[in-house]
């Protein structure tokens, strides 16, 4: 306490040296501080670095401390010319934005691409980093591919169709998405899509100046027959897809389906991007291969990422072609960003290949199922309505179908004002949408919250659908 004294009376003596003081005059030295204030020299040293720190003084060592120069009054930035030099914004970068937004503390979160932080196997991926991190050739400059071993991996993963050689490690599955798009397609050129579809999609295809034609799609998946179609009538070369758990609505693309899609895509000699984002996502039975383990002539485009089925942080994610459509894969990313951080490779492969990797899998199974059945009976409680037809077999989200009339987007900020974070359904889809729909997501919440959090979203429906 007494240093602490000793400190503040150095300090306010020297304030009131500086405001009676022109800038650059010179201050009384450490020696006659001492002095004056009967303190040892590590005290004075300590007001004077807090003084410093507050930019009030200048320490120049070898010569003394000054009174610093004192800023100039700041006049309020005037940054309108902005809006002129920089023109439209891009459609969809709002609802991105709310879609990766922070839920405010004291709400649910009923919304979110990532699992919750208690669902994160962070402390296997905190001790594989750390080993990562002291082994030097992990600083080092790789493969602009990435590491041959994680590339293998995901390969390997696929079970068929594609090799090490032709995959590529990218800083996340929407880096991947990003990087196909603008190598397969040039601005202006239409990439078909599923009706509704993943938004991050849209938005990475409007950015890079495509043209977003919707097909129809339902519990099954894509239409096979629409998308035939689609192709015919646009001319288009590229669809985006999600076979697996689709992101929002969880539907995953029948057996039958499978082979007709193949032939739509074959027959119109186009590529097909496979987002392959919920591999790791299941919760009932077992998922089908993906769509690249059967395409001998390399019409599927694979991309697979971690960031869902592990935690936010790990931006790791495998983008797969092959033929021309590699090489033009690999000259985007190599444009991009060069290559992943060696460390992140090393600590993914190192935690891939663990036993950890098997066991987080093994309990995220159990943990999603729990959430995904706590949030069903909340609505069949609260809102019964509301409950889907059909219930998906894995991934992150239910696709909650609303009464007729209802505006999705007032809904999903009424419900934030109750406490509870939705998102609506507008967004994913390219066109008009046919009904309104809530995308609500179960990985986001423990499942002790469940009730309250669709009671909360009852509240909050109650005056939208009566007003």
């Known amino acids: 306490m007494e240093y602490g004294n000793a400190v503040d009376r150095v300090i306010q003596d020297l304030r009131r040296l500086v405001a009676v003081s022109e800038p650059g005059e010179r201050l009384p030295s450490v020696r006659e501080l001492t002095a004056r204030h009967q303190a040892s020299p590590v005290t004075v040293a300590e007001a004077v670095r807090q003084l410093v720190a507050q930019g009030l003084v200048e320490a120049r060592p070898g010569k003394g401390t000054y009174v610093a120069a004192r800023p100039q009054e700041r006049r309020v930035p005037d940054l309108s010319w902005q809006t002129v030099a920089l023109g439209a914004g891009r459609p969809g970068e709002e609802e991105m934005q ?99 579809t993943y938004l991050g999609a849209l938005a990475a295809a409007r950015a890079s100046g495509l043209r977003v034609v919707p097909v129809p799609a339902d519990a ?3 239409l096979p027959d629409q998308l035939a179609a689609a192709f015919s009538r646009t ?74 089925s592990a935690a936010p942080g790990l931006r790791v994610a495998a983008l797969g072609a092959r033929g021309p459509a590699g090489a033009r894969l690999r000259t985007a990313r190599l444009l991009d960003d060069f290559f992943v951080a060696g460390p992140l490779q090393q600590a993914t492969l190192d935690f891939v290949t663990a036993p950890a990797w098997t066991r987080h899998r093994r309990a995220l199974r159990t943990a999603l199922r729990a959430r995904r059945e706590a949030l069903l009976a909340a609505l069949r409680r609260h809102l019964p309505d509301l409950v889907p037809s059909a219930v998906p077999r894995g991934g992150l989200h239910l696709w909650a179908r609303l009464p007729d009339g209802t505006d999705d987007v007032a809904l999903a900020a009424a419900a934030t004002a109750e406490g509870v974070v939705v998102f609506p359904g507008r967004p994913w889809y390219a066109a008009e949408p046919p009904a309104p729909h809530l995308r609500l997501t179960y990985a986001a919440a423990p499942p002790d919250l469940m009730d309250e959090a669709v009671r909360r979203l009852a509240h909050a429906l109650d005056p939208a659908v009566n007003p």
């Not at 750390?130 to 050739?137: C, E, I, K």
Request: glycine fraction near 10%; charged fraction near 25%; aromatic fraction near 6%.
């Open 98 to 196: 709310a879609l990766l937004a922070l839920p405010r503390p004291g709400t649910i979160p009923l919304t979110g691409g990532y699992l919750d932080a208690d669902l994160q196997p962070v402390a296997g991926l905190g001790a594989a980093l750390a080993r990562a991190a002291r082994q030097p050739a992990a600083w080092q400059r790789g493969p602009v591919e990435g590491r041959e071993d994680l590339r293998a991996w995901f390969a390997r993963e696929i079970g068929a169709g594609l090799r090490a050689d032709d995959m590529l490690i990218c800083p996340g599955g929407q880096a991947a998405l990003s990087s196909a798009l603008r190598a397969l397609a040039a601005p202006g050129d239409t990439l078909l899509v599923e009706s509704p």
């Open 220 to 222: 099954d998946g894509v």
């Open 235 to 308: 001319g288009a070369r590229l669809f985006y897809c999600q076979p697996l758990y689709a992101n929002p609505t969880g539907a995953t693309l029948s057996t039958r389906r499978r082979v007709e899609v193949a032939e739509a895509v074959r027959d119109a000699g186009a590529f097909l991007i496979e987002d392959d984002y919920a591999r790791d996502l299941t919760i009932d039975g077992d998922a089908p291969p993906p769509l690249a383990a059967d395409d001998p002539d390399g019409h599927v485009v694979y991309v697979r990422s971690l960031t869902k």
